[in-house]
């Protein structure tokens, strides 16, 4: 599974290289299967938008909550121009409106974005209008 997983992620990343000029880009999807990630054809490139989520990611607190199942998004920070992904987040979102999130792409720390920031990774996550 894990094999399959980071083939489609290397595929995925390779078309995104052939298709766009270099710089960072932030691309949001979600799994179609288990073993399967359909990304979004929209991208965000705003160096401070991206730059702004990654802050966020790295400075939102740990979680007492677990996490079960699929994320409901896979977010991805890859930077053409070096050929590498430099963030995977997976994300649940509860019922409560509340927004899980684990890093990396065996992360098992699990974060919690702070209310404050629900509306910016919702806007983030309407990029491909899932």
């Not at 994320?71 to 992904?85: A, F, G, K, L, Q």
Request: proline share 2%; glycine share 6%.
């Amino acid at each position: 599974m894990r094999r399959r997983l980071v083939f489609f992620l290397i595929v995925g990343l390779l078309f995104l290289n052939a298709c766009n000029e270099n710089g960072r880009e932030l691309v949001v999807g979600t799994y179609a299967d288990e073993s399967t990630i359909v990304f979004s054809g929209d991208t965000l490139t705003d160096e401070a938008e991206i730059g702004r989520f990654l802050e966020l990611i790295e400075t939102s607190p740990l979680s007492e909550a677990k996490v079960t199942g699929l994320p409901d998004y896979v977010i991805t920070v890859n930077n053409r121009s070096e050929s590498t992904m430099e963030a995977m987040v997976n994300v649940w979102v509860l019922d409560d409106d509340k927004m899980l999130f684990t890093r990396g792409m065996e992360g098992t720390d699990v974060f919690e974005f702070d209310s404050i920031y629900t509306e910016d990774v919702n806007e983030i996550l309407n990029l491909n209008n899932i």
